[in-house]
């Protein structure tokens, strides 16, 4: 079927930031991330 899939807004509460890394401008997070398992965004 065609169409647009995804690319919804959605809130996640009780994350919290773990490590900034500046170099590959990347953050850790701890909790529930939205998405597939071991997806980067």
Same mark, same amino acid.
Do not use: F, W
């Given at each position: 079927?065609? %169409? *647009?899939? %995804?690319?919804?807004? /959605? !809130?996640?509460?009780? @994350?919290?930031?773990? *490590?900034?890394?500046?170099? !590959?401008? /990347? @953050?850790?997070?701890?909790? %529930?991330?939205?998405?597939?398992? %071991?997806?980067?965004?």
């Amino acid at each position: 079927m065609p %169409g *647009r899939y %995804g690319n919804a807004r /959605s !809130t996640v509460r009780h @994350m919290q930031v773990v *490590r900034i890394d500046a170099e !590959t401008n /990347s @953050m850790l997070i701890k909790g %529930g991330v939205p998405g597939p398992p %071991g997806a980067m965004c």
